[in-house]
T-cell receptor, first 119, second 110 residues
Framework: GAVVSQHPSRVICKSGTSVKIECRSL??????MFWYRQFPKQSLMLMAT?????????EQGVEKDKFLINHASLTLSTLTVTSAHPEDSSFYIC???????????????FGPGTRLLVL | GQNIDQPTEMTATEGAIVQINCTYQ??????LFWYQQHAGEAPTFLSY????GLEEKGRFSSFLSRSKGYSYLLLKELQMKDSASYLC???????????FGTGTRLTVIP
C-alpha cells in the first residue's frame, strides 16, 4: 500500500516560535493533501486541503495566516504553525490522495502524525 | 454544518460482539468510512460503504442505511488489541474530503 511520512514525529517549542511539519508521499504522487488536527480524546478535524501548485483551501475557523500550507510538489506538503501558542498544542495528521486508484479504499492515506507541544 | 455522531465511549468483554453506531446529517453524501485509531497513531482504514446493506470483512462488518443516515461497525470475537478509537467519516457528493465523526473509544476487558 501507499506510504505517507511525517516529520518530525514530535516537537516541543517555545511560545511565539514557528514550527514546520512536513508530509511526504513516499511511493505515489499526491495530487491532494489534507491536514487534520486532533485534540486529546477528540476526533480529527479537517484544517485545510491543498492541491499541488495551488493555494490551500481552509476550513471555516482555521486562520490561514497562522497555519501556512505549501504544496510545492506532488510528494511534499508542509504545514507551518506561525507564532505558536500553548493552545496550538495538538496532534497534527496529514493524509494524501493520489490519482484515482483501483480501489475506493485508496481515497486517503494517513501519515503517522506529529505531536506538537508549545510551552 | 455537518453532524456526525457516535457514542463517546464503550466497553466490551474479550470474545464478545460489539456494535458501534454512527448517525449523520450532512449536506450531500457519497459514502461512509470506518477507521481504527490507536492512541497517538494515525487512523487505519477498516471499511467503506456506499450502498445500503452489510459489508463483511473478517471479524469486522459495517452496515449502512442511506435513508436513515445511519451506519454501524460490528466487531466480533473481540480481542484485547481491538481496544482503540473507532471513527466514522463521510465523504460528500462532488468531493472526497473526509468529515470525521466524534469517534468512539472502545475498551476491551478480559
Amino acid at each position: 500500500g501507499a506510504v505517507v511520512s511525517q516529520h518530525p514525529s514530535r516537537v516541543i517549542c517555545k511560545s511565539g516560535t514557528s514550527v514546520k511539519i512536513e508530509c511526504r508521499s513516499l511511493d505515489f504522487q499526491a495530487t491532494t493533501m489534507f491536514w487534520y488536527r486532533q485534540f486529546p480524546k477528540q476526533s480529527l478535524m479537517l484544517m485545510a486541503t491543498s492541491n499541488e501548485g495551488s493555494k490551500a483551501t481552509y476550513e471555516q475557523g482555521v486562520e490561514k495566516d497562522k497555519f501556512l500550507i505549501n504544496h510545492a510538489s506532488l510528494t511534499l506538503s508542509t504545514l507551518t504553525v506561525t507564532s505558536a501558542h500553548p493552545e496550538d498544542s495538538s496532534f497534527y495528521i496529514c493524509s494524501a490522495r493520489g490519482r484515482e486508484g483501483p480501489s475506493v479504499e485508496e481515497t486517503q492515506y494517513f501519515g503517522p502524525g506529529t505531536r506538537l507541544l508549545v510551552l | 454544518g455537518q453532524n456526525i455522531d457516535q457514542p463517546t465511549e464503550m466497553t466490551a468483554t474479550e470474545g464478545a460482539i460489539v456494535q458501534i453506531n454512527c448517525t449523520y446529517q450532512t449536506s450531500g453524501f457519497n459514502g461512509l468510512f470506518w477507521y481504527q485509531q490507536h492512541a497517538g497513531e494515525a487512523p487505519t482504514f477498516l471499511s467503506y460503504n456506499v450502498l445500503d446493506g452489510l459489508e463483511e470483512k473478517g471479524r469486522f462488518s459495517s452496515f449502512l442505511s442511506r435513508s436513515k443516515g445511519y451506519s454501524y461497525l460490528l466487531l466480533k470475537e473481540l480481542q484485547m488489541k481491538d481496544s482503540a478509537s473507532y471513527l466514522c467519516a463521510v465523504t460528500l457528493g462532488g468531493a472526497n474530503n473526509l468529515f470525521f465523526g466524534t469517534g468512539t473509544r472502545l475498551t476491551v476487558i478480559p
